[in-house]
């Protein structure tokens, strides 16, 4: 009781504060405080709205990122029974407003500021027969909420790092009381369930279920392959350099890289694809390559004349685009961290990426089956894409790998269901 105390009477207060001041200088903060309006008044009127059959599942997540997790365990009990109502419910601005064309959805709302009156004020009108928070987003007050209300609790693709602040002795102990009020914690591998074990939890079920990462990224794939963007007329008889979610970071070292690989290979086509394709940004690439390499706009495809790079100025399309490449790089690697390297790996394809990549188990994993390359300048990026053109039997082979690695993780979505399934 004492950490629920200190909780809600000090750490609810303050972080009150942090959101008023903050949203004076973050426009993030503003839209989520702004998006939060009537958010009780609107939820209430979308609830009133729904059939009101006997299962309705509660999916949270932090943001889109988190959400991508929850898609293939949703999917597949829409399939199962479409008459499943979901509720989804989002922290952060990012995912809120990047969600509101999902159709599965019955409901997308913020979730409210985690004060003890509003937890309980969201539990009773959405009453979920269930709720999935995704990954590690739990807010204290809502799975107590839960928890009186008698509603099973569950983290899916629930991760925790040997280093992780939440295992110093005083953090330790509060995370101890929030994870007693899950009913299950179903971890991506066996390294995050003894650490939540750690913990000496003494109510939920702790057991390995993997990550649904792989399972979105391989139904994406092949719902990907359908859709055809590139004319066979422009990649025909090509070998394809695709650079996906690229920051000026990575292309300060790539440019140099791509002007080598152009002037060297005739066939070679670079497909770059910006992680913020606005004006600026491409306003910005054509001006530092032009000079030296010939490029197109996607959206000027239809007056393709050969040119060496095509400028993906259009946005949702990566994934797909992954389908024609002999070789991809994924971007924020220079940056703060390497971004999805598990789309071109399920299409099998070989990937090198820049150094910063321990953000991601999924890259680290991919290095070591010799699936990825690392380059940590230009010189080192020239020479990794040079091997893999050149190279066609380690090309093939390292892609197999690539593919094999995403298949054998496919089948978190299955287990986490068996056990949904035992309390709807």
């Not at 007050?141 to 509603?151: D, E, F, S, V, Y």
């Not at 391989?218 to 719902?223: F, L, N, Y």
């Not at 593919?403 to 054998?408: A, D, N, Y």
Request: hydrophobic share 40%.
């Amino acid at each position: 009781m004492i950490w629920w105390i200190i909780y809600d009477y000090l750490v609810i207060p303050l972080g009150w504060v942090a959101f008023q001041i903050f949203r004076l200088i973050d426009p993030k903060v503003r839209r989520g405080i702004r998006g939060r309006k009537d958010l009780f008044r609107t939820l209430q009127t979308n609830v009133h709205r729904l059939r009101g059959t006997t299962r309705r599942i509660w999916f949270h997540s932090s943001s889109m990122g988190e959400f991508e997790q929850a898609k293939p365990i949703i999917a597949e009990l829409k399939k199962r029974d479409p008459s499943v109502e979901i509720v989804v419910s989002f922290f952060s601005p990012s995912g809120y407003e990047h969600t509101g064309a999902y159709k599965p959805a019955d409901i997308i709302t913020y979730l409210p500021f985690d004060s003890s009156r509003n937890a309980e004020r969201f539990v009773s009108l959405v009453r979920p027969s269930a709720a999935v928070m995704v990954r590690y987003d739990l807010w204290p007050n809502h799975l107590r909420a839960l928890q009186r209300a008698k509603i099973p609790s569950f983290i899916a693709n629930a991760t925790l790092r040997q280093n992780s602040a939440r295992s110093l002795p005083l953090a330790k102990q509060f995370h101890r009381a929030v994870y007693n009020s899950l009913d299950y914690i179903l971890t991506v591998s066996e390294s995050d369930k003894r650490m939540f074990e750690s913990f000496d939890l003494d109510h939920p079920l702790v057991d390995v279920m993997g990550d649904t990462r792989y399972d979105q990224v391989w139904q994406r794939s092949a719902d990907s392959k359908t859709h055809h963007y590139l004319p066979a007329s422009v990649v025909d008889r090509k070998k394809l350099l695709v650079i996906g979610s690229s920051w000026q970071e990575d292309e300060d070292e790539l440019f140099p890289a791509v002007r080598k690989l152009v002037a060297g290979y005739p066939d070679l086509l670079v497909i770059l694809v910006p992680h913020e394709p606005n004006m600026e940004t491409l306003e910005r690439i054509e001006y530092r390559l032009n000079a030296q390499i010939s490029s197109i706009r996607f959206s000027m495809l239809s007056d393709y004349n050969n040119e060496r790079l095509i400028i993906i100025d259009s946005v949702g399309i990566l994934m797909a685009l992954y389908q024609y490449a002999h070789v991809a790089y994924v971007g924020g690697s220079f940056r703060q961290g390497v971004h999805n390297v598990l789309e071109p790996a399920a299409y099998g394809i070989p990937l090198v990426i820049g150094p910063k990549h321990q953000n991601s188990q999924e890259a680290l994993k991919l290095i070591a089956e010799g699936a990825a390359f690392v380059g940590t300048n230009a010189e080192e990026l020239y020479q990794q894409f040079r091997m893999l053109i050149e190279d066609d039997e380690l090309r093939r082979r390292a892609g197999q790998d690539a593919l094999e690695f995403v298949r054998r993780n496919v089948g978190a979505t299955m287990r986490f269901l068996s056990y949904l399934e035992k309390v709807l």
